[in-house]
């Protein structure tokens, strides 16, 4: 067991046989104080006698520890959203399951996805156990992350729109004006590359229309929906 004999001669050998006892917390943690009755029948001499020694009849000591109990979850689901140029997730933790009797706890759950551009995604999950009712305590158990949580990122509206221009006929259906991104772009994007020009030679009143612009930001444009 986990308590020993002092005071034992050199060349005896006596040992504590009984190993259980009782916690002075049920509470998880390490260097618990166990203390324990003993009997006669909870030595052993395998060299010495017994007879030689007035042995205790309790024990104690800090040689206790409750390991945290490991909980499971279902249900925890990722919501959906725009894209904003980050993979932080939004997170509802589902059901715990696993709590000694009526002991309840609280969860919150904070998210990763997978990446941070628009499209069909999958989140892992981070959990905060909080406590709860009935004697609840949140250091007495554990929860493992949990992934797999899909969602989507769908692409961030924009809108790209040619400006007005007054010009003298030229023969050309040219714009010298540049469109206007009518939306504000996620930090670290950009349009680029923006021209535009008139559907027709004129003269007179002629439309104007976008004719090409490029959008940096790393998924080839993917991550915005141009209107």
């Known amino acids: 067991g986990n308590f020993q004999l002092g005071g034992v001669q050199t060349g005896d050998a006596i040992t504590v046989t009984k190993n259980s006892g009782t916690y002075a917390s049920a509470n998880a943690g390490s260097s618990i104080q166990v203390t324990t009755t003993l009997a006669a029948g909870d030595f052993s001499a395998t060299t010495g006698s017994l007879f030689d020694y007035t042995l205790p009849l309790s024990a104690s000591g800090n040689v206790g520890s409750i390991d945290r109990k490991t909980l499971e979850i279902s ?24 709590l ?10 904070s998210g990763t996805f997978d990446s941070k551009n628009a499209g069909s ?41 040619a400006t007005s221009q007054t010009r003298e006929f030229n023969d050309t259906n040219i714009s010298t004006a540049l469109p206007t991104v009518n939306s504000s772009l996620v930090a670290g994007d950009e349009v680029t590359g923006l021209t535009q020009a008139f559907t027709g030679i004129g003269p007179g ?13 790393g998924n080839n444009g993917n991550n915005y929906q141009v209107t």
């Open 75 to 98: 249900g925890t689901t990722a919501a959906g959203r725009a894209y904003d140029g980050t993979k932080t997730a939004t997170i509802t933790a589902g059901t715990l399951s696993g």
């Open 100 to 109: 000694v009797g009526s002991e309840t706890l609280g969860v919150s759950a």
């Open 121 to 161: 995604r999958t989140a892992n999950a981070t959990y905060t156990l909080s406590d709860g009712s009935n004697g609840g305590l949140a250091s007495n158990y554990q929860l493992a992350d949990t992934t797999g949580h899909a969602a989507t990122i769908t692409p961030l509206p924009v809108t790209i729109a």
């Open 205 to 217: 009143t002629v439309p104007i229309v976008v004719t090409n612009f490029v959008i940096v930001d």
